[in-house]
C-alpha cells in the first residue's frame, strides 16, 4: 500500500497491530474465563460432596434406627428378622462404595487445602462415626438373631428328645 492513506483509514500496520491487541485481549479473556471455569467446576464437585455426605448421613441414621431397634431381640418370627437383617446387610454392603468415595474425595480436599476446609473435615469424621456406629450395631444384630436362631433350634431338638424320651417309656411299660 502506497505512504498516501486517505484521512480517516488506517493503513495495514495499523490494522496488524489493532489485529493482534484484540487476539492478546482475547486469549486473555479465554484464559480468565477457563480459569473461571476451572474454579466453578471445583466449587461444583465441593458442594456435590457436601450434599453427598449429607444425603449419607441421613442414610445412616435411617438404618442406625433400624439396627438399634430392640425388636428383633424378640424371639417371634424370627426367619422375617433374620431375612430382614440380610436384606439391611446387603443395602449397607451397596452403600460402602458411596461411604468410600465420600471420604477419599473429602480427604484429598482437606489434604490440599487445610483448614480452609474444616467443615468438611469435621462432617467427614462424623460420617465416618456414624458409619462405624451402624456397622457395629449390625453386627451386634446379627450376633442376637443368630443367637436366637441357634436357641431355637436347641428347643426344637429338646423338644424332639423329650418327645421320644416319652416314647421309650410308655413301650417300657
Known sequence: MSEDVEEGMLSATQLDQIRQDVL???GE???AVTDKKKDLMEQLSFHKLMKDID???TWITEKLQI???QCYKETSNLKDKKRAHEAL???IEI???SIDVCCTTGTDY???EGKNFSVLGEKLDGMKQSWEK???AMDQRGRFIEVDSVYEKLTEKWAQIQELSSLRKIKLE
Open 24 to 26: 492478546g485481549k482475547w
Open 29 to 31: 479473556l479465554q484464559g
Open 55 to 57: 444425603e449419607n448421613m
Open 67 to 69: 439396627a438399634n431397634d
Open 89 to 91: 446387610v446387603a443395602e
Open 95 to 97: 452403600k460402602q462404595g
Open 110 to 112: 482437606v489434604c490440599r
Open 134 to 136: 451402624l456397622k457395629a
